[in-house]
């Protein structure tokens, strides 16, 4: 079992930035996946930003050269770095894991934390 606790999130201007954080705890060792995952209302799940399997990154087109997915394996935490955010930014976002390695639809993934909201609003 892994336990995943997302923070960070908050209201921020257009053109501003934040920093996500994700703390992993539980079997740890047993991840080759993890992820962000942001939801919008009225919008479906969708890919932000992960690690692959093979430690390589993947980033939804809306996010490249604006996020930045980054961990630290001694602290079992994920993070993603948005800069320039925009409006259409704003959603519940959400750190998944997996003990696969795992594709990049959400349903892929069997471990979620709770979101944390990030609103991009002047």
């Known amino acids: 079992q892994v336990h995943l606790v997302e923070s960070g999130g908050g209201l921020v201007q257009p053109g501003g930035s934040l920093r996500l954080s994700c703390a992993a705890s539980?079997?740890?060792?047993?991840?080759?996946?993890m992820g962000w995952y942001r939801q919008a209302p009225g919008k479906q799940r969708e890919l932000v930003a992960r690690f692959t399997g093979g430690g390589s990154t993947n980033y939804a087109d809306s996010v490249k050269g604006r996020f930045t997915i980054s961990r630290d394996s001694a602290k079992n935490s994920v993070y993603l770095q948005m800069n320039s955010l925009k409006p259409e930014d704003t959603a519940v976002y959400y750190c998944a894991a997996d003990e696969e390695s795992v594709g990049p639809a959400p349903y892929e993934y069997e471990y979620w934390g709770q979101g944390t909201q990030v609103t991009v609003s002047s």
């Open positions: 539980g079997n740890i060792i047993e991840i080759n996946a």
